[in-house]
């Protein structure tokens, strides 16, 4: 019973911070609606690797390595803001290219294995940018965590949060991905581009403004 509530504790903490908007939503919501369902859903899966791999890191200590070698964790951080602000420029710059949008001839194309690898890598890299993620997680299994959680519950732990991460954004990759949702993507192009652009330069500039911060 101890190990069930806690478990479900932590993956009620985590599963908040997953639906929080951010980097991650903002990726899958723009690949949704430009690209259509079938990369989005490979970006959530990337994302859903991501947590995965946060929450063994997590688990293995990673925090503690972080405190004590500062040095490490202030390039984590500059390499992720700097990754977020590139992606943000890369955008920002696509705004006015015109775009016809019209997945199944997409997702039949020769090439569909090597977009579908460069989505699922976007969404990885998008999701692992932000080291601080694994700080929160950190936090939240030493403050929930049972006193002697056997290896079954650990392994279950990592899979679930990575399920969890996962599902949310193939929920949103199928919402934004409908019909409705592309064709007013498609109307207003060049300003949801630069708006969302805009905001994920931002989020990296914070996170560079923020590198020498504990």
């Known amino acids: 019973m101890e190990h069930g ?19 991650s939503f903002m990726m899958v919501a723009r690949t949704a609606t430009r690209e259509g369902r079938r990369p989005a859903c490979w970006v959530a899966l990337g994302m859903g690797l991501g ?4 929450a063994l890191a997590a688990l293995l200590g990673l925090q503690a390595v972080l405190k004590a070698v500062p040095a490490v964790y202030l390039g984590f951080k500059l390499l992720g803001g700097a990754y977020l602000l590139y ?3 890369q955008i920002w710059r696509g705004a006015r290219q015109p775009l016809t949008l019209d997945e199944t001839a997409a997702a039949l ?11 699922f890598g976007l969404g990885l890299l998008t999701q692992v940018s932000n080291p601080k993620t694994a700080v929160v997680y950190t936090s939240v299994f030493a403050a929930l965590m049972p006193a002697q959680p ?39 192009k060049g300003w949801v581009d630069r708006l969302a652009g805009g905001l994920m330069g931002c989020l990296g500039l914070r996170l560079l403004a923020t590198a020498t911060e504990p």
């Not at 969890?164 to 592309?182: K, T």
């Open 109 to 119: 194309k020769p090439d569909a294995p090597r977009r579908d690898g460069r989505a």
């Open 5 to 23: 509530s806690a478990l479900l504790a932590m993956l009620l903490a985590l599963g908040v911070g997953a639906v929080s908007p951010g980097p």
């Open 150 to 188: 056997s290896l079954g519950f650990l392994a279950a732990l990592v899979v679930l949060v990575g399920c969890i991460e996962a599902g949310w954004y193939l929920v949103v990759a199928r919402a934004l991905s409908a019909p409705a949702a592309r064709q007013a993507y498609l109307r207003s």
């Open 51 to 54: 947590a995965m791999l946060f």
């Open 87 to 89: 992606l943000g420029g």
